[in-house]
Structures are given as C-alpha cells and as structure tokens.
C-alpha cells in the first residue's frame, strides 16, 4: 500500500491518489462482447449453446433449471447455510419493504389532481456472477427487491458449474426470493439473451446485477442500444474508510482486506488523522494478509492501494466525497456525528462493530451499489430500481378552466399552437 | 396516417404498426458528435467558441448569461407570459415537493440498525432546447426538482439566438426556479461542456433534458464514458390515445396533431373500439391540421402514426403497455376505472378535459418523460432524479452478534474468507 500525507501532495498528486485501477474497457473486449451480443441475437439458442461450450466447457441442450435440479440444490445446501440465507432474505426484506415508495394525489388548482402511481416493471432479468466463487447473497439481494416490487416476469442468469449445473446455493436463493425461472448462463452470452430474448430465454425490459468486465460491457451494450434498462454501470469493488486514534487498527486492516480479496483490480483507501493509526494499520494488514487464502489476490489490490494521513476529519470527509466510494466505513468514536457530511457513497458502515461484510450478507441494506464514483449520480438497488414511476393528471371543466389559460400563453411563447388550440377548443366546449 | 384494424394483422403487421419512426442513430451522426466531444475535451473554451460559431453562426467570448442580461430578460418577457410561468412552478412545485422520498431507519434485528439518506447530486447540469421554439417550460420542468432536492451546483445551458442573446423567457424561467447560472450553448458541445468541463463550464455529474439527436447522442457517449450519469435515454416525443364511443372527435383529433407538430418524427397513436370514431377523428385531423402554421411538420409526422381499431378497450391497453407510450390519453367516458391497466407509460391523461398540453406545461406533473418504449423501464423527471439514496448501517456489540453469524456462515459459502474474519475478529473482541 502506498502512504501519502494529503497535505504534501499538490492537485495532481491528489487526482492521481483518487485515481481507480484502469477502468477503461479495453477495445478487445468491447469487439468480442459486440460480436458475442451479435451471435446471440441472430442464432439464438444455437448461439448460446456453442458460446457456453467454448467458455464453461460445457454441452448444454436446455439452460433451464429443471424441477429436479432445483430439489437436487435443496437437498445438497447444508441446512445452516439455508438458514443463514433465510434470516438474511428476512431482513433484506424488512429493510427495502420499509423504503418502498408510495402513489399519491395532489389538487394542484380546483379541479386539476395530479398523481404518482408506481408499477412494477414488467420483465427483469437478473445476474448472479459465479466467477472465482458463486454468489447466493447477490440472488438475494435481486430477488428481494423484485418480489416486493411485483415484477410479474423475472429471471435470472447464473453460470455453470463444469459439470453442467448450477450452483445449489444459487439455486436455493432465487427460490428463497420466488425466483422461479433460472438459466445456466454466465457473461455476456447471458447479458445478451436476457436483453434480446432467445428461443427459450425471455426477453427482459431491465437487467440487474454485477459481473465481470465481459458481462458490465455487454449491459452498457444492450442499453446503449435502448432495449433493455440496467441497473448502473459496474466497475471493480472498492472500499473507503476513515478512521480516528481510537480506531482498532485489527478491525480496519480486516476491511480493507476484505474489499481487497475481491480481485486485483479492488481498491481500498485509508483516511486518517492519526499517523500512529495509519502505521498500525498497515503493520496489521502485512499480518493478516499472510494469512488469506486468497492472499495473492489481495496483494495485487493492495499495491493500487492508498494509505492517506489527512490533517482533520472533516478534510477526510471532503476527500471521501470527492472519491464517492461504493463502501464508506467510519470507524470514528462517534460515526452518526459525522454522518451529515457523507453527501456521496454507495453505503456507510458505522463505528467499530459494522464490518462491511454485514452489508453484504445480512444487515439488510443492499450490496448492489455504485462503483468507480458513479455514487455521485447513482444509487444502490432498491425497490424503486424495480419499479416505474407513472404521472397522471386529471382535469375537470372547472380545472381546465383553472389552468388552460396558463398553457395557452406558454404554448403560444413556444410558438407550438396545436398545444394551445388543443386547449382553447375543449374551454370553448366546456365554457 | 394509417388505418389498421387490430385483429386483422398478423404479429408482423403488429409489430410494424407498433415501431416507432427510425431511431437509428446513423453512423455519421456518432461520429460527429465523437469529434465534438473530443474537441470539446481536449480544447475547452476554445473549441467550444469555434463550434458556436460555425452551427449558431455566432462568436462568443463569454458564455456565461450575465447579470444585464437577466436584467434585460425581465423587462422583455411579457407579463402575462411571466405570470403564467410564475403559476405553472408553482403547481410543479407543490406536485413534486409532496413525492418527495423521505429517509427511513428500520432496526432489521436486536442492536441492528439499517437506515437510507436522501441526498441531493453535487453537481448537476440542465439542458434547455431552443430548437425551432426555446422552451422555457423545459427550464421550469429540470429547475424545479433541483431547486427542490437542493443540488448544491446546478447549472443549465441553452443555445444562443443569432444576436448572441439567450431566449429571455428562458432565463426567467431559469431564474424562478433558482437557477444562477446559464450559458449559451448548445448541441453536443453543451453536453461535453457540462460533463468534462472548460475553464468557463464547470462539470456536472448528472445531465438533464431533452434535446435533438446531437445533443441524445452526446448524452449517450458521455453517460457511456462513466463521465455523467444521464436522466434518460431520447427519442422523439410520441403520445398514444385510447379513445370509446363516447369520446370528441375534436379534441381528440387536436390532441394527436398537438403531438404530431413537434417534429417529423413525432409519433402519434390512436385506438378505438369504435369504427365511427376512428372515422371521425381522421376527418378532423384532416381539418384541423390545414389551419396550424406548423402543419408541414405535422403532415410529415402524421404519415407515420396510426390509427387502429380493436376489438375492446381491454385490448386497446394490452397494445398500449405494450407499446409503452410517453404520453397516454384516455378519452373515456370512465376513465379512472381504466387506470389499473396502465402498466407502462411515462404521463397520463384523463378523460375529456385534460389535453397533454396541460401536463406540458403547468398541471404539476414533469413533462421530462421517457420515449421510444423507455417507459418499460425508466421514469419521467422527479426530485428522486437529482437525489443519491444512500444506505447506512450501524451494529452494536448485541447487533453484531445477533447476525455476525449469519454473516460468517454466507461469506465463508462463497469463497470470501477476508469477510468473514473481518466478522470473526470483531465477535472474539466483542464477546
């Protein structure tokens, strides 16, 4: 990790700090992800079959979870596991159930009520990754939200195992969260039959979900291209703590570890105004690094690491908000005093005993969140990701007589007079 | 326009009946607005002043609208003009302002507390069309829910008119709403200015409103580059009427054309389940489209919009939800009775008296809504569009060893064994 004092470093220095990991796709992959996508809308089910043999190495006739693979899955999951998944759909449950939003009705002149109605969206195709490991907790963190939302159609893409099934504890989430359609497909094969729909794949209206840089290009692709909505541009996992003297240096080197294992392109940022805390810190991560199994993944997400010594605070929370991270710790002696200043992150993770792993298990919130600064313009999922928001407006004789004359005039300045005549004609009628 | 009776087509004939007016961007197109961008980024103000002058025949040292001109704005704009724009943010105002989201805390489990912030985007940047008419409304519609989730940095740009000058109702309508800063810009290189920034146009990290196919186009390139985030994808403005027996021919007649003179590729819809309306209605386009001084624009519009007859209402809103329209009218004699059905649309409109005009421009509701099918997945303009949601999580020693176990048991599942001593340590110091 590299150690910066913020107060030494010029404007430069200090981009070059907040700088991620290479984001930028490389051109190779956007060619092979177009060509993929390509393959995909034109042959269909073919199409998927050979592109799920030359990357799973696997020969598939049907992508559909069967009813016995499902029962299989059940059979196989250990029974602490399942339970685990339970309490933790529970309260992912309770916490977006309480954030759902709500229609409503306003008069807005007598005569002219004006309302929000809120729908599901129709047809969602979730992701679930299984790259270096499969992961039930994003299908609960899908399949929640689109359950509470009503999505009358959802599906969800998970890839393969070699062996040609799906991964028992994937399969037992999506059911966990009424997920009843699942197909054995992974990347952008998977990303381009939801959007497109296939012969046995259904089309989908939004997708949702992480994956790997072949399955984040090819959802930029399939939005580019206007058929179907995603959730947010994805980017590598990364995590952003700030930490006081009275910070347990043990506790923030097993965060910053924990965001690191998730790959070498993971980024992970200490803030803090202690120098002491920031020595102990990076001692305690040599420590504990050494003793992960996945100890050589995170050493390569450490080296783009920074450790920054800021001069207060409150120079801390400017820096964080300038990066916008996907997870905020604030491992403060009193983090909710500070919470007024967090104007952008993905979640925040409070005091000493919130590691961020609560998060993306089982606290409640949701894992699914903005990456690479996009929180300075984007949200986690939620229900509302699951949803549209539908004006309408109604109008009596006596409304329109309220406000026509107000649209007439600015129709006219607009120079639009099929806008204004449509309404002169019906305060004519109504008159 | 085009007659076509609904249970006479096969899927084909639907599907063309339901395909909007080419969308494709052309090649040429993008590319163009690739090289604007790229100048825009790599030269600033400079670019920006030679881009000015050779599509607004124009040079400009500032860009910036100064104070003088603000001035000069509100001696020029007429007072009924200013008063019915005063009205029209008003009914904005309270519309929006009640659905606003709210921050929640739920505690998911003993000593667990989840929690979401509402905060408003840093820095957005609102665009404003001045096409064939400034649209002093669209400053209303993009002002108002910024002024309202209080965006620290709102800034909008509109293309200068030949004098140099922006249109007056422009900036006063930028003004009502707390707008301060307007620049004379226009096209993609507005777009570039507000996502990358210059030395005169700070960057922005969210972009709104809607705009020719440059200014969709850069919108896209800029949103694709993780630059900016953007409100929606754009397409050209449509809007779909189900009308019965007992519907006005004239209005709705005036309805179509309303939306027909927006541009040539402007789509417009009706379906009936009466014969004699459909007849009607076409009779009085017919009349009705020879008295507008836009009916060129309209007639060219028109020669791509349908007029079909189905067999039920119920089917009418099958092919409506279908089609996902951004603006839907229901000239029904119950038209609330109706409103269950509307699964997909952007803004709704009821019966007799409420002509998509009113929505425009001051009923209250926003009239920044999604195009081309969008509406399947995206939603119009609100307050939640400049806000971030961002979730909050705090565990005591109790909390965290109510479900740090839980959370152990899924992360060792999937592979993640940094997360899980990251619990593991916190429960030993806490027990």
């Given at each position: 990790m590299n150690r910066l004092i913020w107060s030494q470093l010029d404007e430069a220095a200090r981009s070059a700090a907040l700088t991620r990991p290479v984001q930028t796709v490389a051109q190779q992959t956007r060619d092979a992800v177009a060509t993929l996508i390509a393959q995909v809308r034109t042959q269909g089910d073919a199409a998927l079959r050979a592109i799920t043999a030359r990357f799973d190495g696997v020969d598939l006739q049907d992508f559909e979870v069967s009813d016995s693979e499902f029962a299989a899955a059940e059979a196989t999951v250990p029974a602490a596991l399942r339970q685990a998944m339970v309490e933790a759909a529970e309260r992912i449950t309770r916490f977006h159930k309480a954030g759902m939003g709500q229609g409503y009705a306003v008069e807005t002149a007598p005569g002219v009520v004006c309302e929000r109605m809120l729908r599901p969206i129709g047809r969602v195709g979730l992701y679930v990754p299984a790259g270096s490991a499969p992961l039930p907790s994003t299908a609960l963190m899908l399949g929640v939200p689109a359950q509470l939302a009503g999505c009358p159609q959802v599906v969800l893409c998970t890839p393969p195992r070699a062996d040609g099934t799906a991964d028992p504890a994937v399969l037992v989430a999506a059911r966990l969260t009424g997920v009843q359609r699942v197909f054995k497909l992974g990347g952008a094969q998977a990303i381009a039959a939801m959007a497109y729909g296939t012969g046995s794949i259904p089309a989908s209206d939004k997708l949702f979900g992480p994956g790997n840089s072949f399955v984040t290009e090819a959802k930029q692709q399939v939005a580019q291209d206007g058929v179907a909505a995603i959730d947010m541009p994805a980017g590598p996992s990364e995590v952003l703590v700030i930490a006081d003297a009275g910070a347990n240096p043990a506790f923030v080197a097993a965060d910053l570890l924990s965001q690191a294992e998730h790959g070498p392109d993971s980024q992970v940022l200490l803030l803090t105004d202690d120098a002491a805390m920031l020595a102990a810190v990076e001692a305690e991560v040599e420590r504990q690094v050494a003793l992960l199994p996945r100890q050589d993944i995170a050493r390569q997400a450490l080296s783009a690491s920074q450790l920054i010594q800021v001069e207060s605070l409150a120079d801390a929370f400017a820096i964080s908000n300038r990066y916008a991270p996907e997870h905020l710790i604030l491992a403060l002696r009193e983090p909710r005093d500070w919470?007024?200043?967090?104007?952008?992150?993905?979640s925040v993770f409070l005091g000493d005993y919130t590691p961020e792993a609560l998060g993306d298990y089982?606290?409640?919130?949701?894992?699914v969140l903005p990456t690479a600064g996009a929180a300075r313009a984007y949200s986690g999922v939620s229900v509302a990701s699951f949803q549209n928001l539908i004006s309408v407006q109604s109008a009596s004789a006596a409304g329109l007589a309220a406000i026509g004359g107000c649209a007439r005039i600015i129709a006219s300045a607009e120079g639009l007079d099929a806008h204004e005549r449509a309404v002169a004609l019906r305060m004519e009628v109504a008159a």
């Open positions: 919470l007024g200043q967090v104007q952008a992150a993905g089982c606290s409640g919130t949701n894992h």
